[in-house]
T-cell receptor, first 113, second 111 residues
Framework: DSGVTQTPKHLITATGQRVTLRCSPR?????VYWYQQSLDQGLQFLIQ???????AKGNILERFSAQQFPDLHSELNLSSLELGDSALYFC????????????FGSGTRLTVV | GDSVTQMEGPVTLSEEAFLTINCTYT??????LFWYVQYPGEGLQLLLK?????DKGSNKGFEATYRKETTSFHLEKGSVQVSDSAVYFC??????????FGKGTSLLVTP
């Protein structure tokens, strides 16, 4: 157990639907990062939150949004889903300085049919 | 922007063979460099890191040296085991940004 908890582990949904992925960071970590992993694109950074505030944005689509709550857990909302959104979505957390490395969750596999 | 380029896989080796996975980076300034490993069905785990030029990161028999002159951070292991079969990711980090990963290199070690 890495200390980062992601739920659900698997999700199958239809095109056009909306889903919410949840992440609980490792105890004491204030930063949460969301990544999308697909075979052709590799690991793509989506968004970072630090202590409830958005800190950095990567290649996140407008159909996607995220937030970090006062208890530091984070949710990634994906809407108007398309087949191409099928991927593994990872959450990672870190203390303020990423030089200590990220701790990754085991991911949520999203399949859009 | 900064980027990380890894050699394409898959890499297939026999047990006890020598491993090298190449990684080069482009960045403004001097990033910290990392290798992460992903075992099947799991998230990524930090394998080793180096935060400045000429630093050598090492862990579990793996090593990588931060070479500023060649902008490289190649991963090496003298004798691989079947249990080393995984996907290896090189990554860079500059303050103010998130970790930037390469596309990953799949390694398969056969008995």
């Amino acid at each position: 157990d890495s200390g980062v908890t992601q739920t659900p582990k698997h999700l199958i949904t239809a095109t056009g639907q909306r889903v919410t992925l949840r992440c609980s960071p490792r105890s004491g970590d204030l930063s949460v990062y969301w990544y999308q992993q697909s075979l052709d694109q590799g690991l793509q950074f989506l968004i970072q939150y630090y202590n409830g505030e958005e800190r950095a944005k990567g290649n996140i689509l407008e159909r996607f949004s995220a937030q970090q709550f006062p208890d530091l857990h984070s949710e990634l909302n994906l809407s108007s889903l398309e087949l191409g959104d099928s991927a593994l979505y990872f959450c990672a957390s870190s203390v303020a300085d990423p030089n200590y490395g990220y701790t990754f969750g085991s991911g949520t596999r999203l399949t859009v049919v | 922007g900064d980027s990380v380029t890894q050699m394409e896989g898959p890499v297939t080796l026999s047990e006890e063979a020598f491993l090298t996975i190449n990684c080069t980076y482009t960045a403004t300034g001097y990033p910290s460099l990392f290798w992460y490993v992903q075992y099947p069905g799991e998230g990524l785990q930090l394998l080793l890191k180096a935060t400045k030029a000429d630093d050598k990161g090492s862990n579990k028999g793996f090593e990588a040296t931060y070479r500023k002159e060649t902008t490289s951070f190649h991963l090496e292991k003298g004798s691989v085991q079947v249990s080393d079969s995984a996907v290896y990711f090189c990554a860079s980090w500059i303050p103010g940004y998130a970790l930037n990963f390469g596309k990953g290199t799949s390694l398969l070690v056969t008995p």
